[in-house]
């Protein structure tokens, strides 16, 4: 009997997914690549420069400054957002009903606004001792208040509370739907042996999440090896005092667009992708082990 051919139904209605990938990722990143590998020059045609400017990042001690500080933010972000959205969303799972919904939506803000305008509020708010923080919560009471964008030892912190204060909401909801799917067979059976709310987090709610947790970890840590706008607002462009505030992205255009040497640009750009697909794969393989045990 002859097998049926195949439908060219479906392959026409993804035609279009595959050539806006082909077109808007697949060819400005050859271009990219492509860049990386020709002499810096703004006037006149680029030539062909092969791998020096991947050599040349290896004498740049302000490059592997802003890798560090960009490995370093990221890791505060998941250690700070990560836990404060799943209690956040434990929360929400105990409050009554009929508030879930306003509180979600309120928690959803955040990450609906656009990066820009988030920063320029988180500006607003932070910005030395003329922010709202300061003015509130210290000035009243005699405090002189901190330097939320000055000082290298909290540009850091500022960032990545920028961080919190974007994705709480959007993180609470994804941990929020992976709550609803536990079976509460799971929590029944250890609360018969005299479990305690902890141990039933801790054996319980920690190990089933983990799949969950491993995706919001990985979007995360996507967005924060990214960031830019954010940065760019509240720092200027720059690192900030001592380059504390100094990340890939930030310095990557800064050489493109302020030095004018877009092949050493896109040669940075290509040397952090290894570090990002180890980092994401060891995400996604946590989570695989435990698809696996269960």
Known sequence: MPRPRPRPVPW???APF??????FWAVPLVRGFLLSLQTNTLFGEPGFAGLDNYRALLSD??????????????????LVVLPFSLLLAHGLRAAYPRLRGPLQFCLLLPGLTP???LALLYLMVFNGPRGLLNGVFFHPFGLAGFDWIGDPRLIKFSLVLLM????????????LAGLEGVP?????????EG??????????TLPVM???TAFAAAFLLLDAFVLFEGAYVLLGGSGGTLDAGLLLVSYAYFTAFTLGNFGTAAAMSFTSVPLLVIALAALLSAAGKTRTAA
């Open 61 to 78: 001690e302000r490059f592997f400054h802003a890798l560090g500080n960009t490995s370093l933010y990221c890791l505060m972000v998941l």
């Open 115 to 117: 990066p820009l305008v």
């Open 210 to 212: 983990r799949p969950v």
């Open 164 to 175: 919190l204060w974007r994705w709480t909401g959007f993180m609470t909801l994804i941990f």
């Open 184 to 192: 509460r067979a799971y929590y029944d059976s250890i609360r018969v």
């Open 18 to 23: 595959f050539g806006a990938l082909l077109l």
């Open 12 to 14: 026409l209605l993804l």
């Open 195 to 204: 479990a305690s709310a902890w141990q039933r987090f801790r054996h319980v």
